[in-house]
Nanobody, 122 residues
Framework: QVQLVESGGGLVQPGGSLRLSCAAS????????WAWYRQAPGKQRELVAA???????TYADSVKGRFTISRDNDKTTVYLQMNSLKPEDTAVYYC????????????????WGQGTQVTVSS
């Protein structure tokens, strides 16, 4: 089993920044890649960013240039640095442990955190 615990969400004004953290424990050797998803009210959960074992990353077009995914050297904590936040970034953000589908393709796994709320509002 893999356990994921997110933290770092909150209320921020437009243009502000937040850093989300995802602490992983358990059988993390099963995980090939990590990702952050988000789900806004009334919308489907969407992939925001993913990072692969070699350190390469992929991003949704809506967050490119504003968000950065990274991880600790021991690969037990994954981060999402969010800058220049917009009201449309408001959502519950989830960490996911999954797989490398090749060619910067992320395959979502069964391991999810509980989510952390990010609200961007003045």
């Amino acid at each position: 089993q893999v356990q994921l615990v997110e933290s770092g969400g909150g209320l921020v004004q437009p243009g502000g920044s937040l850093r989300l953290s995802c602490a992983a424990s358990g059988s993390i050797y099963r995980i090939q890649a990590w990702a952050w998803y988000r789900q806004a009210p009334g919308k489907q959960r969407e992939l925001v960013a993913a990072i692969f074992r070699g350190g390469s990353a992929t991003y949704a077009d809506s967050v490119k240039g504003r968000f950065t995914i990274s991880r600790d050297n021991d690969k037990t904590t994954v981060y999402l640095q969010m800058n220049s936040l917009k009201p449309e970034d408001t959502a519950v953000y989830y960490c996911n442990g999954g797989y490398d589908g090749g060619s910067y393709s992320y395959i979502g796994g069964i391991y999810w955190g509980q989510g952390t709320q990010v609200t961007v509002s003045s």
